[in-house]
Nanobody, 113 residues
Framework: QVQLVESGGGLVQAGGSLRLSCAAS????????VRWYRQAPGKQRELVAG???????NYAESVKGRFTISRDNAQHTVYLQMNSLKPEDTAVYYC???????WGQGTQVTVSS
């Protein structure tokens, strides 16, 4: 069973950038597709981006052109590079392998205007 730990969140001004990391334990990481989600206060959790085992990516319309998901299988890590951040990107960000049901603690991203 793979466990993922999110990190890299913080407070940033609008227009700024952050890079989130999703570090995995377990040797099967390269066999897993992974998704980033986020949950803003008072809102439902939403899918932000995903990356397949072969590196195929997909994005929510709201982040296309600003966010980039990538993976480093040697480091057992998936990244979410977030540029041109907006206040509406403020949320707790989570990563999770496709097919898994449990959630980690997430990492808080706060974008000030």
């Amino acid at each position: 069973q793979v466990q993922l730990v999110e990190s890299g969140g913080g407070l940033v001004q609008a227009g700024g950038s952050l890079r989130l990391s999703c570090a995995a334990s377990g040797s099967t990481f390269s066999d897993l597709s992974v998704r980033w989600y986020r949950q803003a206060p008072g809102k439902q959790r939403e899918l932000v981006a995903g990356i397949s085992t072969g590196g195929i990516t997909n994005y929510a319309e709201s982040v296309k052109g600003r966010f980039t998901i990538s993976r480093d299988n040697a480091q057992h890590t998936v990244y979410l590079q977030m540029n041109s951040l907006k206040p509406e990107d403020t949320a707790v960000y989570y990563c999770r392998p496709v097919g898994y049901e449990s959630w980690g603690q997430g990492t808080q991203v706060t974008v000030s205007s």
